[in-house]
C-alpha cells in the first residue's frame, strides 16, 4: 500500500501501521485509507522517511497475534527503523501488558513508538509516563463497556426482549420480542461446532461466503470479526 519517500541517511526511518476489524468500519471515520493519510502527513510534518504502511483488514485487536503485527515486529526486531507510527493506541494495542512488552522491547532496539490521536511519542520519559497512563485507561474504559454490554446482554437472556436498533443474528422480532430463527440457528450451531473443532475465523467467514449464506443484513460476505461476535453472542443469548 506504501511507496517509499526520499530522504537522507540521517532522516529517521519510520513504518506505519493500520488496521480495522471490519470492512463496515470504514463509515466511522477511521477506515486503513484514513488512517494511512494521517500517518502520511505527520511523518511529513515530523520530517520521517516513511518506508512502509503495514495493514490488517478486517482483524480483531484482542491479540498481537496478526499478519501486520507480525510483520511489524519483524521489521523492528530487524532494526528497519527509528520509529513506529500508528493513528490511535487500540489499532495496535487492546490491553496495557501488551502496550507495555511491545514498547519496552522497541526501546531496547531504539524504536520509539508515536501515536497520532493521543499525541504519544515513547521517545522522551515524558511521552512514556503517558503512554503508561492512555493504555492503562483505554483498557479500562474497554472493560467497564464490555461489563455494561454483559449485563444487559444477560437481561436480553432473562426476558427476551430486544436491546438496540439491530437484531442479533439467530434471532428475528416479534412484537417487540427474539424469537429464534431456526435456519440461523442452524448456522450458528455449524459455526460453533467448526470453531471447536479448530477452524479459525477466518476461514469460516470464507466457508459461509462461498456458500452463499447471508448475513442478518442479507449480504452475501462475511468477515472474521462477524463470526468473532457470532460466537460471542452464543454465550449471551438463548439457543433454540
Not at 496478526?66 to 490511535?88: D, F, N
Not at 430486544?162 to 448456522?187: C, F, H, K, S, W
Not at 449480504?219 to 433454540?240: F, N, S
Request: glycine letters at 8%; hydrophobic letters at 35%.
Amino acid at each position: 500500500m506504501a511507496t517509499q519517500q526520499t530522504g537522507t541517511t540521517n532522516t529517521p526511518r519510520a513504518i506505519g501501521y493500520i488496521r480495522v476489524s471490519t470492512a463496515g468500519q470504514a463509515s466511522e471515520g477511521i477506515s486503513l485509507e484514513a488512517q494511512e493519510t494521517r500517518i502520511r502527513a505527520y511523518c511529513t510534518l515530523q520530517g520521517y522517511r516513511l518506508l512502509d504502511v503495514i495493514v490488517d483488514a478486517g482483524e480483531s485487536g484482542k491479540s498481537l497475534n496478526r499478519p501486520g503485527v507480525q510483520q511489524l515486529l519483524q521489521q523492528v526486531q530487524a532494526k528497519a527503523c527509528e520509529v513506529v507510527v500508528i493513528h490511535k493506541l487500540d489499532r495496535l494495542f487492546r490491553n496495557t501488558q501488551d502496550a507495555l512488552n511491545t514498547t519496552q522491547d522497541f526501546a531496547k532496539r531504539g524504536v520509539a513508538l508515536c501515536s497520532i490521536s493521543e499525541q504519544l511519542d515513547t521517545s522522551t520519559p515524558m511521552g512514556k509516563f503517558f503512554f503508561t497512563i492512555t493504555a492503562a485507561y483505554a483498557e479500562m474504559e474497554r472493560a467497564m463497556i464490555a461489563e455494561r454490554t454483559r449485563v444487559a446482554l444477560a437481561h436480553t437472556r432473562r426476558t427476551g426482549t430486544q436491546i438496540g436498533n439491530r437484531t442479533p443474528y439467530g434471532y428475528d422480532v416479534v412484537e417487540g420480542r427474539l424469537v429464534p430463527n431456526a435456519a440461523e440457528q442452524a448456522v450458528i450451531a455449524e459455526v460453533t461446532t467448526q470453531y471447536a473443532a479448530g477452524i479459525g475465523v477466518h476461514r469460516l467467514a470464507r466457508l459461509l461466503t462461498e456458500r452463499g449464506v447471508p448475513t442478518k443484513e442479507g449480504k452475501g460476505r462475511w468477515y472474521p470479526a462477524q463470526i468473532q461476535r457470532l460466537l460471542h453472542r452464543v454465550e449471551c443469548y438463548p439457543t433454540a
